[in-house]
């Protein structure tokens, strides 16, 4: 069931409808405003950041990390089933020296 969230970042606040947990959806908004404020004192202390820039570095970042995860659930998926066939291929091994 979907309910709605409202969270307040870079003093705008946003509200969407989520059916994630309340505590995935806690620990999801910390995250980001840990990383708007690491991001906002990122740059040269006279250059102030804006929130537009500092969201967009936030969301390429966010971006690759899902990209870096999906690129290693992938490597694992095929480790596992090189790894199964493996498997498969000594049992049938085995089955053969029984007979």
Do not use: C, W
């Not at 969270?7 to 947990?21: H, V």
């Not at 870096?68 to 199964?84: A, I, M, S, V, Y």
């Amino acid at each position: 069931m979907k309910r709605r969230i409202s969270i307040e970042l870079g003093g705008k606040e946003y509200a969407f409808k989520t059916d994630e947990s309340p505590e995935a959806v806690q620990k999801a908004i910390e995250r980001v405003e840990m990383d708007f404020q690491r991001f906002g004192k990122f740059k040269d202390s006279n250059e102030s950041s804006t929130f537009d820039e500092i969201l967009v570095l936030l969301l390429l970042i966010y971006s690759s990390k899902v990209g870096q995860l999906e690129e290693h659930q992938k490597d694992l998926e095929e480790r596992l089933e090189r790894l199964l066939l493996e498997m498969e291929g000594r049992k049938a091994d085995r089955s053969d020296m029984v007979s």
